[in-house]
Structure formats: structure tokens, C-alpha cells
């Protein structure tokens, strides 16, 4: 299962003769961070990191907070056109990106946000949402209503029942999403190579885009670079892991 | 009428060019007053030294209040870019293309016309044939040569030492050094005298321009697979002669990275592009190239000639300027730079500049062959109709006669 | 019985709540998506290749981007094999996706750890980057597999996997379930959490088998989220495009066409946007039907 992973890994930490051997070794013999060190100095690191670290921000933040209302309606709520709205979430889904990419960079240059993170990550936000939707009604149908309206008979508001027993419950769902957000914002290429163009804008997928030239691909330090990129994704996913954890105990079903 | 607007519009492009360029001396910038242009390059360019940054520094002495904006992009997705660009009606003022695909641009009206101003960009009566080829369309020049990439016979000098093998000097000779390599270290697996992958059509093609022949030839206005002619067929035959009996290389595979292989030890030649000796750390400094020889004794057999030319978009903010870029990155400064970064140089007169190992290459540079020219050439090679014939004929799948037959039906077919 | 909430149910006639909340959504995805798909329809029924991007308008022609795909007898082969393709992927991952979330579910918490841990970085490996290991894995030269296989004795030469298209596409699928793996096994093992243990104990109490345990309590925990994960899938496996390309060195053939491929190269390779839009829409027509049936029934199913 994690084998690739495993090579990846290793091979960031081989020197560059090793790599390409007919006769693949299973155990580095030697060790070197030369890969890891071209890869942080390969110029546009940082700030390839700080536009990335930005998108994902706000994207995630954004989707989620917005999905979660929508999907509590969905889940527990009936109205005029809930049909058609569960059929456009789907729907879109089923939109293929590269036939949207030229309409998409059309109606974004009229708007003037081409070449600006902003206009990256309203788009981003459009293609997460769906799923992100989806995903949460499915969580939220299993949490039985009675604790919702237990909640409201001992005198809290409905932001309170909200708050203090439905998103813990949601906890595992929620942490389902956000990382897949995350990690759509996070590693998504085409869009954003498409709708940015200075090279101060460019997130985390172009930079890596450059280890590939006419030559060929620089395994090495584009290993390592995906190494070192992956890693933010396994932090976020602790630290809300954590996080959540902790308050689905607190805020304990109460039977 | 679409036609009318479309020539029109490279009208209006060239008369404001001319324009602004009568103005052009040393202070057009004040004409138009722009801020800054935008230029479309490949990673690339970082390799060839200075060249980039001298050129933009030459641009400003004309041009002191322009900045020049270099974006890098990928080979993979640029022309999805471009497109995305041109509907909104923006555009880079100076874009890389890749030889083989700029003709669609260029008849489609999508590029300036930049006829009017070959003259002043430099060596252009000795711009390589192939790369010339590529960016003329209708007689008119849409696109500047700007670096190529040619192909030779990479090999290890020590196995040909220990064998006793010169370097050969005609087909014949190639064929024997391969068949004496084979004979000694045939019995590994792994060992290839001459690594040719069977969809390697860049290589494989040489053997066909070699004996005279052509992939399409036009007849009429009309464009027709010709890989059935005698001549066509001696080359495939010659190919398939060489897979057999030299290659141990996948005979349905491409050359992608094929330098890996070469690195690992167990290949004498393959037919490489200069830069491949780059990455052989391994061999350490036991390579060398040789041009590919030809069946005629004494000759070697054109290769092809891949590279980038350098256009302007028709909807260019500042078309003017992009050429006037251009000229400077093509400038006899800069491509002297480029030419000792290793890459060919756009014109003939410069490849002497290539020295050491890599002056075969350059000199294969001078004997090139190129794709057909018809617009449509990119259906044939999207549909992999010479890999598949490759492949098939490489595999035995197919006898060379029909392979090549089916594939020129399909090639008249696409063409038109 | 229906759950409505108390709420809801009172003040049904005139709830404000369900349009407010709804409505921040419908804004970002019509901000974004409105103006595309109705341009995305208006492209398909027109001829809209480079030069028409210089022209800066589209020549119309109907149906006829349909009627040549229609027509055209790849396509239905196409069609074929792309939903073979699908149904494979979608399986293989969901079943051992699956087993993988249950397995989870009996672990030792540290042992859990190390396995979301490795999850999670499948996950977050850049796809160029996971598809190019795979390929490696099982390239001519290179290939790790064809080492393993002769160091246990069977002697085997340097192969090209993918000459033949089944061992092709069992190959690219098994890279494309890989990648879909951490997704479906984090989402069915939270759902196994939601599983109140009390209910679970007092089954057990009550004497039920781990069968009718299953089918009373959690299947029906499960099934939105399987209804989730199932349709997802479905939806995004069919649209694999990537995997397949860089496999094939950006070179595919006709027998690795699948409908994406067959958009691209009939379209986005060649500038022709208007074909590509229609391909773009038949592929969602046929998204839709396989799933909407389908869809309805768990829908059904999921709300009693």
C-alpha cells in the first residue's frame, strides 16, 4: 500500500547516481540531502509556499464553512427545489475541467481576477463545494434529529444546537473534507496554471512543474520537493485530527 | 467573411508594427508609452547562461522605461494557455513554440506576420532549414528560429577501443561495429551495441531521409503518405535490420529518457540529442558522439532537427516591442551565448561555436530533415500513426510492405 | 417515519432557514460556474476551432459535432471499454477500501496511527508524482516488478506491460484505485465511528449474530456514506484522463482510448473546442443516466 511512498521518499534521499540504476535497490545505501537541498534553493520556493498556503487557506475555510450550511439544509430541511439543487450538486460534479478551462478563463479575465489568487480560489471553492456538500449531508443524516431538538427543549438556540452538538458529531466527516479540500487546493495544477501567469503568483504545483524541462525530469530533487510538499497535508490532518477528537469526548453523546 | 477578417487582421498587425517601428529608433517607447511587455518562455532558457538576462538588457538600453516580464511555462500545457488567452483577446507579446506545432498557428492568423522585418533579425540568411521551415507559413514568416536540438550517435569509446572498432564512416561500417559489439557482450540481457526503441520515429525516420525517401510528399495541392516508395522502404528495412539484430531496447517503446539506459552501462551507442551527455554521471567521461553515417560511404544521414522558434501573438498589447524582444534574443551576442550553453544555435554560420564532444551534433545540425509542412501535421502525430508502423514493423507484427502502406493511407487520410 | 425537525415542521409554510442557508452556496457556484456551462452548451453546437478564436466568433453548425460523434464507431467501443474500466476501478476500490476501514476499526490505536499516517500521505502525494513511481514500477528498464519476479526465480526479460491493453489497464486502474484509497477508507471508517457502541453492546447483549448486527445497525449507518463514496467514485473514475496519458508517455493508442482521451484527442489537442464541448456533454449525459437511476433508488432507500 504505501510502497510508492516509501520510494518517494527514499529516493529524495539518494544521490542522483543511485537513482537510475538497472537494478533498483530496495534499501538506499547511501544517504544524502543534496535532493533536498537544489529542491528549497530552486528559486520560487517560498514564495510558491506562501501563495499556496494562502489558496488553501481560504478555500478550505470558505468551502467548509459554507458547505456546512448548506448540507444541514439539505439533510434535515425539506423545501421548494431541494431536488434540483441535490441534482446541480451532482451534476457539476460531472463537469469535465479541461472543457471548462477556456469559458472559466474568459469569465474570470471579464471580471478582471485573472492572475490574482483571489480568482484561484473562488474557483477552487466552486469545484469543493459540491463535493464538500455531498459528503457532509451524508454524515449529518446518520446523527439522529432527537438530539437536535433535545438540545432546543433545554433552552439553546439553534446556533447553540449547532455549535455544541452537531459539529462534534459531524467531527469525522468534517475532518474527511477539510483534508480533501486542503488537498485540492493544495495540489491542484491545471486551473491554476492557467489563471495565473506572473511567476510572484504561482503556487506550490507550478513550482514543481519546473523540475520537468526538455531534458527530462529531475528525480532527485523533485522527489524531495514532493516529499516536502505532501508534508504539509499530513500536519493539517493531525492537528485537526486532534483537535476534533478531543471535542466529539467533550461534547459526549449523551445517549 | 471569416477569411477576410482573418487576413485583415494580420494586415492591421503588420501596419501597426511598421508604424510604430518607423517611429522605432530610440525612443518608440514614448509612442505607445507602455509599461511592460510579457514574454512566454520554456524553463529552458535558464540553461543558456546569460543569454535571458542580457538580452532584456540590451532591450532596455532602446527601450528604458519597458519592463520585461519572462513567465515560464510547461511544454505539457502552454498551447491550453495560449488558446485560453487569445479568446479573452489578451495575449503574451512573445511566445515559444515548439517547432513541430507553431505552423497550426500560424494558419490560423493566431501569429504577426513578421516578413517585413527578417532582414533585421540577426544571421537570419543563415537560419537552419528546418527551423525556418517551421516558422514560415504562405511565404510569409510567422515565427523566429531560435535554438534546435539535433541528433547523433552517442557512444562508449572504451567498448570500441576494446573491440578495435573506428568510428564508422558509412552504414555498412555501423552495421559490422554494431554486429562485432554484439557478438562480445550480446550474452547479457541487458546489453543493446545500438539501444533503438521501436517508436523512436525521430530515429528511425533518418533511415528513410537518408535513402531519399519522404513521410508525405504534396502532389497537386494535395497531400500524400509516401512511405511506400522504394526509397521509403530500403530506409524501413534498414530500420528494422538494426532493431533486430543490435537493439535489445522495448520494441513498442518510446525514447523517453532513454540517456537512463545509457547511463546504466549496458548500451554502446544510441542515437541521442546533444544534451543527453548531460545526465551520464555514471559512465563518467566515457561518451562521445558521432553524426549518424550515411549509406552513401564517406556521408552522414540527416537527423532530425527538433527546437523552438519565437512568434508574436496577433493580439499582442505590444507586438512591436515583442519583435524588437525577439530580435534581441536572437541577436549574434545571445545566441553566441546559447551555442556555448551547449544548445545549436538558429543559424548555420554559429555552429563552430559548438566545440569538444559535442561538434558532431552541431555539424548533424547542417544535414536535417524536417516534418511535412501541412497544417495538419499535428492530427498525425496525436494518432501515432509512424509509432504504430514503428512498433508493428519492430515487433514483427506487421511485414514492412503493409505496415508502411497502412500508415500512408492513414497520413493521406489525416493530411487532408 | 419521516425525520423533519420539530422546527421545521411547525414553521414549514414560510422557513427562511433552508434558502439562507443554501444561498451562499448558490451564490459561489453561480458566480463561477453559471456563465462557463452556458457557454460550454452554446460551444457544442459550434465549430469553434483557432481560427475562430482569432475571428473572435464561432462558425454555428448544429448538431453536428454530435452526429460526427455519434457516428463515429470508436466511439461506442469507447464507450465500452470506458465503463468496463469504471465499473473495475470503482469495485476494486470500494471493496478493498472497504475491508481496509473495518480492518482499521479492530486495530491497536498505535497500529491505526501508522496506517491513517500512510494513508494520508498517499493522499497528498502530487499526482505527477505517484503516477511516475507506478510507472516506474513497471517500466521496461527500470521496473521493480520485473526484478522481483526473476529474484523469485522465474526468469523473465525486460517487458513492456503495457503492449497488451488488459495488463494496460490493470496496471493504470490499480494506480487510480491506489490514489482512491485514503479518500474511501478515512470516509467508511468515520462513518464505522458514528456506530454508537451502546447500540453494538446491546445487540450483543440481545444475543444477534455479527450478521444481523451488520444489516439492522450498520448498514444502515453506513449506506449514505457508501451512497457518497459509491457515486463519487463513479463520477470521478470515469473522468480519469491524467493517469492514462502520462502512462502512456503523453502517447496513447487507440485500444487506451477512453472517453476522456478520446475528448482530448479530438478536440483540446487540436485547438477544436467546439467538438470537445459536445464530447464534454455526451460524457455527461452518460454520467448522469448511469448514475441517476441508481442514485434515486439509494436516495430512496437512505431516507426511508
Known amino acids: 500500500m504505501g510502497f510508492p511512498v516509501y520510494w518517494m521518499i527514499t529516493t529524495s534521499f539518494k544521490p542522483k547516481e543511485d537513482i537510475l540504476s538497472t537494478t533498483p535497490t530496495l534499501i538506499p545505501h547511501s544517504f544524502s540531502l543534496s535532493n533536498y537541498t537544489?529542491?528549497?534553493?530552486?528559486?520560487?520556493?517560498?514564495?510558491?509556499?506562501?501563495?499556496?498556503?494562502?489558496?488553501?487557506?481560504?478555500?478550505?475555510?470558505?468551502?467548509?464553512?459554507?458547505?456546512?450550511?448548506?448540507?444541514?439544509?439539505?439533510?434535515?430541511?425539506?423545501?421548494?427545489?431541494k431536488q434540483i439543487y441535490i441534482a446541480s450538486i451532482l451534476i457539476v460534479q460531472m463537469l469535465p475541467l479541461s472543457a471548462l478551462l477556456i469559458p472559466l478563463y474568459l469569465l474570470l479575465s471579464k471580471l478582471q481576477l485573472t492572475d490574482k489568487l483571489g480568482g484561484v480560489v473562488l474557483t477552487y471553492i466552486a469545484f469543493v463545494l459540491p463535493f464538500v456538500i455531498w459528503t457532509l449531508r451524508g454524515f449529518l443524516i446518520n446523527i439522529p434529529v432527537e438530539l437536535e431538538e433535545a438540545g432546543l427543549v433545554d433552552g439553546c438556540t439553534r446556533p447553540q444546537v449547532y455549535r455544541k452538538i452537531l459539529f462534534p458529531l459531524m467531527a469525522p466527516g468534517l475532518v474527511a473534507t477539510s483534508v480533501?479540500?486542503?488537498?485540492?487546493?493544495?495540489?491542484?495544477?491545471?486551473?491554476?496554471?492557467?489563471?495565473?501567469?506572473?511567476?510572484?503568483?504561482?503556487?506550490?504545483?507550478?513550482?514543481?512543474?519546473?523540475?520537468?524541462?526538455?531534458?527530462?525530469?529531475?528525480?532527485?530533487?523533485?522527489?524531495?520537493?514532493?516529499?516536502?510538499?505532501?508534508?504539509?497535508?499530513?500536519?493539517f490532518f493531525s492537528l485537526i485530527q486532534n483537535k476534533i477528537a478531543t471535542g466529539v469526548t467533550a461534547g459526549a453523546v449523551k445517549g | 467573411m471569416r477569411t477576410f477578417r482573418v487576413k485583415s487582421l494580420a494586415a492591421l498587425s503588420v501596419a501597426a508594427l511598421v508604424g510604430v517601428a518607423a517611429l522605432s529608433g530610440s525612443n518608440a517607447a514614448q509612442a505607445e508609452n507602455p509599461k511592460s511587455i510579457t514574454v512566454w518562455l520554456m524553463p529552458d532558457a535558464k540553461d543558456f547562461g546569460t543569454a535571458l538576462a542580457d538580452a532584456t538588457t540590451s532591450f532596455n538600453r532602446t527601450y528604458p522605461n519597458v519592463k520585461v516580464n519572462v513567465e515560464f511555462q510547461t511544454w505539457g500545457d502552454h498551447l491550453k494557455k495560449l488558446d485560453a488567452a487569445l479568446v479573452a483577446k489578451k495575449g503574451p507579446d512573445v511566445v515559444e513554440f515548439g517547432n513541430t506545432e507553431v505552423m497550426k498557428y500560424s494558419a490560423a492568423g493566431a501569429l504577426t506576420d513578421l516578413s517585413g522585418f527578417k532582414a533585421r533579425f540577426g544571421n537570419s540568411s543563415k537560419w537552419l532549414n528546418a527551423l525556418t521551415e517551421a516558422g514560415t507559413?504562405?511565404?510569409?514568416?510567422?515565427?523566429?528560429?531560435?535554438?534546435?536540438?539535433?541528433?547523433?550517435?552517442?557512444?562508449?569509446?572504451?567498448?570500441?577501443?576494446?573491440?578495435?572498432?573506428?568510428?564508422?564512416?558509412?552504414?555498412?561500417?555501423?552495421?559490422?561495429?554494431?554486429?562485432?559489439?554484439?557478438?562480445?557482450?550480446?550474452?547479457?540481457?541487458?546489453?543493446?551495441?545500438?539501444?533503438?526503441?521501436?517508436?523512436?520515429?525521430?530515429?528511425?525516420?533518418?533511415?528513410?531521409?537518408?535513402?531519399?525517401?519522404?513521410?508525405?510528399?504534396?502532389?497537386?495541392?494535395?497531400w500524400v503518405g509516401s512511405l511506400t516508395t522504394d526509397a521509403a522502404i530500403r530506409g524501413l528495412n534498414r530500420f528494422k535490420e538494426v532493431s533486430d539484430s543490435l537493439s535489445r531496447a522495448d520494441k513498442s517503446g518510446t525514447e523517453a529518457a532513454q540517456w537512463e539506459v545509457f547511463n546504466g552501462g549496458k548500451v554502446a551507442m544510441s542515437y541521442s540529442n546533444g544534451w543527453e551527455s548531460c545526465c551520464i554521471a555514471k559512465v563518467g567521461t566515457d561518451w562521445a558522439f558521432f553524426p549518424m553515417p550515411s549509406v552513401k560511404a564517406g556521408k552522414a544521414s540527416p537527423a532530425f532537427l527538433g527546437g523552438s522558434n519565437l512568434a508574436v501573438p496577433s493580439y499582442a498589447p505590444n507586438a512591436a516591442l515583442g519583435a524588437a524582444w525577439i530580435r534581441e534574443f536572437t541577436s549574434s551576442a545571445q545566441m553566441t551565448t546559447i551555442a556555448k550553453s551547449g544548445a545549436i544555435p538558429n543559424n548555420t554560420k554559429m555552429l563552430s561555436l559548438i566545440s569538444g564532444a559535442a561538434a558532431p551534433v552541431a555539424a548533424a545540425a547542417k544535414n536535417s530533415w524536417f516534418i511535412p509542412g501541412a497544417i495538419k501535421w499535428v492530427d498525425v502525430e496525436n494518432a501515432n500513426t509512424l509509432q504504430t508502423m514503428l512498433s508493428d514493423i519492430a515487433t514483427g507484427k506487421k511485414t514492412v510492405a503493409k505496415a508502411a502502406a497502412d500508415a500512408s493511407d492513414e497520413i493521406t487520410k489525416l493530411l487532408n | 417515519?419521516?425525520?423533519?425537525?420539530?422546527?421545521?415542521?411547525?414553521?414549514?409554510?414560510?422557513?427562511?432557514?433552508?434558502?439562507?442557508?443554501?444561498?451562499?452556496?448558490?451564490?459561489?457556484?453561480?458566480?463561477?460556474?453559471?456563465?462557463?456551462?452556458?457557454?460550454?452548451?452554446?460551444?457544442?453546437?459550434?465549430?469553434?476551432?483557432?481560427?475562430?478564436?482569432?475571428?473572435?466568433?464561432?462558425?454555428?453548425?448544429?448538431?453536428?459535432?454530435?452526429?460526427?460523434?455519434?457516428?463515429?464507431?470508436?466511439?461506442?467501443?469507447?464507450?465500452?471499454?470506458?465503463?468496463?474500466?469504471?465499473?473495475?476501478?470503482?469495485?476494486?476500490?470500494?471493496?478493498?477500501?472497504?475491508?481496509?476501514?473495518?480492518?482499521?476499526?479492530?486495530?491497536?490505536?498505535?497500529?491505526?496511527?501508522?496506517?491513517?499516517?500512510?494513508?494520508?500521505?498517499?493522499?497528498?502525494?502530487?499526482?505527477?508524482?505517484?503516477?511516475?513511481?507506478?510507472?516506474?514500477?513497471?517500466?521496461?528498464?527500470?521496473?521493480?516488478?520485473?526484478?522481483?519476479?526473476?529474484?523469485?526465480?522465474?526468469?523473465?526479460?525486460?517487458?513492456?506491460?503495457?503492449?497488451?491493453?488488459?495488463?494496460?489497464?490493470?496496471?493504470?486502474?490499480?494506480?487510480?484505485?491506489?490514489?482512491?484509497?485514503?479518500?474511501?477508507?478515512?470516509?467508511?471508517?468515520?462513518?464505522?465511528?458514528?456506530?454508537?457502541?451502546?447500540?453494538?453492546?446491546?445487540?450483543?447483549?440481545?444475543?444477534?449474530?455479527?450478521?444481523?448486527?451488520?444489516?439492522?445497525?450498520?448498514?444502515?449507518?453506513?449506506?449514505?456514506?457508501?451512497?457518497?463514496?459509491?457515486?463519487?467514485?463513479?463520477?470521478?473514475?470515469?473522468?480519469?484522463?491524467?493517469?492514462?496519458?502520462?502512462?502512456?508517455?503523453?502517447?496513447?493508442?487507440?485500444?487506451?482510448?477512453?472517453?476522456?482521451?478520446?475528448?482530448?484527442?479530438?478536440?483540446?489537442?487540436?485547438?477544436?473546442?467546439?467538438?470537445?464541448?459536445?464530447?464534454?456533454?455526451?460524457?455527461?449525459?452518460?454520467?448522469?443516466?448511469?448514475?441517476?437511476?441508481?442514485?434515486?433508488?439509494?436516495?430512496?432507500?437512505?431516507?426511508e
Not at chain 3, 453494538?200 to 457508501?226: C, H, K, M, W
Request: with cysteine; charged share 15%.
Open chain 1, 38 to 81: 537544489q529542491a528549497v534553493t530552486k528559486e520560487g520556493f517560498m514564495q510558491a509556499l506562501l501563495n499556496s498556503l494562502i489558496v488553501v487557506f481560504f478555500t478550505v475555510v470558505v468551502s467548509i464553512f459554507v458547505a456546512l450550511f448548506a448540507s444541514i439544509a439539505v439533510a434535515r430541511m425539506k423545501f421548494r427545489g
Open chain 2, 137 to 222: 507559413y504562405d511565404g510569409k514568416l510567422y515565427a523566429v528560429p531560435y535554438y534546435a536540438g539535433a541528433r547523433a550517435i552517442m557512444y562508449r569509446p572504451s567498448l570500441f577501443k576494446a573491440q578495435g572498432i573506428s568510428v564508422p564512416k558509412s552504414y555498412a561500417e555501423f552495421l559490422a561495429a554494431g554486429k562485432k559489439l554484439m557478438a562480445a557482450y550480446g550474452t547479457d540481457k541487458d546489453f543493446s551495441a545500438v539501444y533503438l526503441p521501436g517508436k523512436y520515429w525521430y530515429a528511425a525516420m533518418s533511415f528513410v531521409y537518408d535513402e531519399g525517401g519522404a513521410i508525405a510528399t504534396k502532389s497537386g495541392g494535395k
Open chain 1, 180 to 235: 480533501f479540500a486542503f488537498i485540492q487546493a493544495w495540489n491542484e495544477f491545471l486551473l491554476a496554471y492557467i489563471l495565473l501567469s506572473s511567476q510572484d503568483k504561482a503556487t506550490m504545483p507550478i513550482w514543481l512543474a519546473g523540475f520537468t524541462n526538455r531534458f527530462g525530469t529531475d528525480w532527485g530533487p523533485l522527489m524531495a520537493a514532493s516529499t516536502l510538499t505532501a508534508l504539509p497535508v499530513v500536519i
Open chain 3, 1 to 303: 417515519m419521516k425525520k423533519i425537525s420539530l422546527v421545521a415542521r411547525t414553521r414549514r409554510k414560510k422557513n427562511p432557514w433552508p434558502y439562507l442557508l443554501v444561498s451562499p452556496s448558490l451564490l459561489a457556484l453561480g458566480l463561477i460556474l453559471c456563465y462557463p456551462i452556458y457557454k460550454l452548451i452554446g460551444l457544442s453546437f459550434e465549430k469553434y476551432g483557432l481560427s475562430e478564436i482569432i475571428a473572435g466568433k464561432g462558425t454555428y453548425v448544429g448538431l453536428q459535432n454530435f452526429t460526427e460523434t455519434f457516428t463515429d464507431p470508436e466511439f461506442w467501443k469507447i464507450l465500452e471499454r470506458t465503463i468496463f474500466f469504471t465499473a473495475g476501478m470503482v469495485g476494486v476500490s470500494v471493496v478493498i477500501g472497504a475491508w481496509l476501514a473495518h480492518l482499521m476499526l479492530n486495530m491497536s490505536p498505535i497500529l491505526r496511527n501508522i496506517l491513517n499516517g500512510i494513508l494520508i500521505l498517499v493522499w497528498a502525494m502530487p499526482q505527477l508524482v505517484s503516477i511516475s513511481v507506478w510507472r516506474w514500477m513497471f517500466s521496461f528498464n527500470f521496473s521493480i516488478v520485473t526484478a522481483v519476479i526473476n529474484s523469485l526465480g522465474f526468469e523473465m526479460d525486460n517487458h513492456n506491460y503495457f503492449v497488451n491493453t488488459f495488463s494496460g489497464f490493470l496496471i493504470i486502474g490499480g494506480c487510480v484505485a491506489w490514489g482512491a484509497l485514503p479518500f474511501i477508507t478515512i470516509s467508511i471508517y468515520a462513518a464505522l465511528t458514528q456506530v454508537p457502541k451502546e447500540l453494538l453492546e446491546a445487540a450483543e447483549i440481545d444475543g444477534a449474530n455479527s450478521r444481523q448486527v451488520f444489516r439492522t445497525i450498520i448498514f444502515p449507518i453506513l449506506l449514505p456514506v457508501y451512497i457518497i463514496i459509491i457515486s463519487l467514485s463513479v463520477i470521478w473514475d470515469f473522468q480519469v484522463f491524467s493517469h492514462i496519458w502520462i502512462f502512456l508517455d503523453s502517447r496513447p493508442s487507440a485500444e487506451y482510448y477512453t472517453i476522456a482521451i478520446y475528448a482530448f484527442q479530438k478536440s483540446f489537442g487540436l485547438s477544436e473546442y467546439g467538438m470537445g464541448a459536445a464530447i464534454s456533454l455526451i460524457m455527461i449525459l452518460t454520467l448522469i443516466t448511469i448514475t441517476g437511476y441508481y442514485l434515486r433508488q439509494m436516495m430512496k432507500m437512505g431516507s
